[in-house]
């Protein structure tokens, strides 16, 4: 069996990831060393976890970009049933947090299986589509039999309960199956099948509702706007510039989680709007050379996971930023690479890792052919004539 040649990855994304993690050492630390410091009486305690993180996930990175992406394609759907094996036990056996059970817990270590099905499912329907083919658009042998498979994925996230992680799932298939030209009338079929599954859902409990008219009031004075209006704040303290590194004032106790889902908006007050403009267009960047590199994939499973990947990175982290800016309401959504936490750290690292992977297999970054590679037209220096082909 002939061995694939491969190229160099693309270092444009490596770096851009890179940054991110990088930068996030410092933010993270700004962010959480207040209430580190009264909790553990340690500042920095945060700060060394969230360093372990990034170098695990630095780690998980490397580990992707030496798989053989066709041998994985493979193992999607036993990653993918085993992930919603453990969306089932986290819902009968996960601790609470907050009132809901999104997290899974052995010993000491938390994980957040919601993460890891996020990008089983998105390899799977890679994986579906890529082998299907043109029946993707055949309603029973290719679109229903997806549909289960992100219906329940998304379901059992939804029941943790984690309504915005389970929308971003339904949002992510959805393009997924657009991409792969699923007729346009099923998707919408879907959709307006799905509108009032979704409004039971929300009338199911009351402060559901109460979050959805507090976001549309606007009040600052609302119990559920309290976290939204300290993010903005702190945006305002930071102006075009910022207040300088480490001299946040919504991290002392007036903003919760501003280390993690709201750690956009420290970022916007010490580095004021420069800063945050700066973070944006990293991601932009990763999202422009993810879909070159879709763009120049060798093989329709390669594009549509590279294209999978690139939507799930940009997409969170627009969604991030527009929920700290007040365009959104507010979820739990982390933002990738940025965020203090584990699980999204860990498999969007390995997801990247995928990506860079598939750029190594593509003509983007051709390696410098070595001697053997060369081929040697007869009657030149070095020629065999006996191996004239």
Partial sequence: MMKIRRNHIDLATLTAVLILMVLSLGVVYSASSTWAYEKFGESSRLLNSHAIKILLGIAAMFIGINIDYIKFKKFTKPALVIAIVFLAATIVLGGETKGATRWLRFGSIGFQPSEFAKFALLFHLCALISTKGELVRDLQKGYLPMMIWIGSVAGLVVLQPNFSAGTMIILLSCVMLFVSRAKFIHLLVTGITALPILGLYMVSAPYRMDRIQSFISGHSNGKFNYQLWQGIIGFG?????????????????????????????????????????????????????????????????????????????????????????????????????????????????????????????TDMHPRAPTIDETVVMPGTAGADPGKIY
Avoid at 241 to 255: A, H, N, T
Avoid at 305 to 317: F, H, M, P
């Fill in 237 to 361: 303290n930071g102006g075009i510039f910022g207040v300088g590194p480490g001299e946040s004032k919504q991290r002392d106790f007036f903003l919760p989680e501003s280390y993690g889902d709201f750690v956009f908006s420290i970022i916007g007050e010490e580095y004021g709007f420069i800063g945050t403009m700066f973070f944006l267009a990293l991601f932009l960047f990763i999202m422009l050379r993810g879909f070159k590199i879709a763009r120049y994939a060798k093989d329709e499973f390669s594009r549509l996971l590279a294209i999978g990947i690139t939507s799930t990175i940009t997409l969170y982290a627009l969604v991030n930023a527009g929920v700290t800016l007040g365009i959104l309401p507010t979820t739990g959504l982390p933002m990738p690479f940025v965020s203090y936490g584990g699980s999204s750290l860990l498999f969007s690292s390995f997801a990247i890792g995928l990506l860079l992977n598939i750029s190594s297999r």
